[in-house]
């Protein structure tokens, strides 16, 4: 099977490529923009395997898309613009690159008769849950996301599910928790707490650091990615977590403690704005119908995790003088 990959040289992306080149005998065409988050040294490993192929382009360019679609059977959707706090600086790329990035995709996806389109989405669409509840997010729950970042994401499942609806695209949806392990860019939760208490810089912990998270270490996710392209059903969504739940304060201090770092460094800043209090997966669905579960324990994965940032800090560091250096200042003042 041929398969193009959007957005592989983003951190989920890149992760999938590796797990589909090692798991699988599919050949991968990876599209992707190289946006500040995207990174082709994410790929260095497997740049010259003659399963796989990079194209620079965008996934809002349909003739590059069309180009490409006509050389593979399916089609697996990364790209997109990923991070909340930066959809509250600077919606408009976000109704770009997800939105119509997506129909795009999608129309060019039906006029090259792709066999499956599989879309991966996140569980932010969901909006959020009760902190103390027992309630977690399933393929039933209503939409209701909050940041721009998450009302693009919706809105891209949505029109995925239209596509299906009205023409018949064959299609599968996975919304997913947070991702954590290599290659993750150090503007998300771990990465950046890693790289500051490796340096003695301070920890910023959004409001009472209370909001909850659900953690998938993101092998995990690529596995359920993979089976749900083979196995899933046509026109289905599947929920995909990782069973851990944390607040900020937890990773904080789980962290810290791993690097062997004082708690002081932890720092309260100002809340995100809309910040969901808590995300929670039942990924009953999956496990039952596709044999899916997460392999990989929170201790397992936060430790492999910490080890991969401290084994490369080149990577951490060339990003860190780049662009994200004013992002992080305008985000949480000086490092
Ligand atoms: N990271 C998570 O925890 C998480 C959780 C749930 C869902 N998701 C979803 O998974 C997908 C991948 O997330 P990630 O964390 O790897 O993101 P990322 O920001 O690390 O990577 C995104 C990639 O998309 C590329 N890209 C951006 N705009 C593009 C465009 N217009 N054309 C082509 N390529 C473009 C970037 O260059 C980058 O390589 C996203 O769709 C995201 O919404 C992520």
């Known amino acids: 099977m ?3 990959v959007t957005g592989g040289a983003g951190f989920i992306g890149s992760n999938f490529i590796y797990w589909v080149l090692k798991n699988r005998d599919w050949e991968i065409i990876n599209l992707d923009k190289l946006t500040y988050a995207g990174n ?4 260095k490993g497997i740049e010259n395997d003659p399963r796989y192929n990079f194209v620079q382009g965008d996934v809002c360019d349909s003739h590059t898309v069309n180009e490409l679609m006509a050389k593979v059977d399916c089609v697996v959707h990364f790209a997109a613009e990923s991070h909340v706090d930066r959809s509250v600086l600077e919606p ?10 997506t129909q795009v995709l999608l129309q060019a ?4 008769k792709i066999k499956k389109f599989h879309h991966v989405s996140t569980d932010e669409v969901f909006g959020a849950l009760e902190l103390d509840g027992s309630k977690k997010f399933n393929e039933e729950t209503p939409y209701n996301p909050h940041s721009p970042y998450s009302a693009s994401k919706a809105a891209s499942d949505h029109l995925v599910r239209a596509y299906g609806d009205t023409f018949g695209l064959e299609y599968t949806i996975t919304n997913c ?12 939760i771990i990465p950046l707490f890693v790289t500051n208490a490796q340096e003695d810089k301070s920890l910023p912990i959004y409001g009472d650091g209370k909001a909850v998270r659900d953690y998938l270490y993101v092998d995990d996710h690529c596995e359920a990615i993979a089976l749900v392209l083979e196995n899933g059903k046509a026109g289905e969504t599947y929920c995909v977590g990782g069973d851990s739940e944390k607040n900020g304060i937890e990773m904080a201090e789980t962290i810290l403690k791993a690097l062997g770092k004082p708690k002081s460094l932890m720092t309260f800043v100002k809340d995100r704005p809309g910040h969901d209090r808590r995300y929670a997966i039942d990924h009953s669905k999956i496990t039952k119908e596709l044999g899916w579960k997460p392999r990989v ?39």
């Open 2 to 4: 041929k398969i193009l």
């Open 40 to 43: 082709l040294e994410n790929l």
């Open 92 to 101: 408009a790329v976000f109704v770009e690159t997800n939105v119509v990035g």
């Open 109 to 112: 996806a039906l006029e090259n």
């Open 177 to 188: 928790s947070n991702n954590y392990g290599p290659y993750q860019f150090p503007e998300k």
């Open 297 to 335: 324990t929170f201790e397992e994965g936060i430790a492999k995790t910490i080890q991969w940032n401290l084994d490369n800090k080149g990577w951490v560091e060339n990003i860190l003088s780049g662009e994200y250096q004013k992002y992080y200042e305008k985000q949480y003042g000086a490092r």
